[in-house]
Antibody, heavy 121, light 110 residues
Framework: QVQLVESGGGVVQPGRSLRLSCAAS????????MFWVRQAPGKGLEWVAL????????YYADSVRGRFTISRDNSENTLFLQMNSLRAEDTAVYYC??????????????WGQGTLVTVSS | QSALTQPASVSGSPGQSITISCTGT?????????VSWYQQHPGKAPKFMVY???KRPSGVSNRFSGSKSGNTASLTISGLQAEDEADYYC??????????FGTGTKVTVL
């Protein structure tokens, strides 16, 4: 069965960096686009970033462009999110999600359990 | 990338039908038949419920149905059950490989 397991969250000071990982299993990772979606405490969902199945195409929300970098290692079935220049407003649970099920635009068919990032001094 | 507009809350009695609206613009909901819906119980990850406006993934109850007219998409839950009590989010493709979520709706089963 499809499994996505995030890790790397924690408490970090404003302006510092953090790298999140998402280990994928149960499907052919290299065949799917992958996303990061976040949810601030008590708030709604926000799309953060998308990476194509091969890793060559990357897209970002305006709120993180220039600070966050999405990447993947298809040999290790792992998705990453490098977060630099973190701000208080980046505090959220970060979910990785798989693109699916049929084509671009279909949304996110499988989600991880999320990892909490808290930006605070 | 402004969030799509959903009602903050919708409620209904067991067995009733409810509809959640999701209003966007001609740049997102109005331009693409790529609206998806997610159910989220407290403390849990979202669950994929509907995609491409009205398609249901395997395993999702046929009590959940989606539709769209112009810039507004809708999710209808028929035969409301206690386990349907959750937050629901719409999401639309917004072009250039970007996505926008709705503000979220809390569904209460009375």
């Amino acid at each position: 069965q499809v499994q996505l397991v995030e890790s790397g969250g924690g408490v970090v000071q404003p302006g510092r960096s953090l790298r999140l990982s998402c280990a994928a299993s149960g499907f052919t990772f290299s065949s799917y686009g992958m996303f990061w979606v976040r949810q601030a405490p008590g708030k709604g969902l926000e799309w953060v970033a998308l990476i194509s199945y091969g890793g060559s195409n990357k897209y970002y929300a305006d709120s993180v462009r220039g600070r966050f970098t999405i990447s993947r290692d298809n040999s290790e079935n792992t998705l990453f999110l490098q977060m630099n220049s973190l701000r208080a407003e980046d505090t959220a649970v970060y979910y990785c999600a798989r693109e699916g099920p049929d084509r671009t635009g279909d949304g996110f068919d499988y989600w991880g359990q999320g990892t909490l990032v808290t930006v605070s001094s | 990338q402004s969030a799509l507009t959903q009602p903050a809350s919708v409620s209904g009695s067991p067995g009733q039908s409810i509809t959640i609206s999701c209003t966007g613009t001609s740049s997102d909901v109005g331009s693409y038949n790529f609206v998806s819906w997610y159910q989220q119980h407290p403390g849990k990850a979202p669950k994929f419920m509907v995609y491409e406006v009205s398609k249901r993934p395997s395993g999702v109850s046929n009590r959940f149905s989606g539709s769209k007219s112009g810039n507004t998409a809708s999710l209808t839950i028929s035969g409301l059950q206690a386990e349907d009590e959750a937050d629901y989010y719409c999401c639309s493709y917004a072009g250039s490989d970007t996505y926008v979520f709705g503000t979220g709706t809390k569904v209460t089963v009375l």
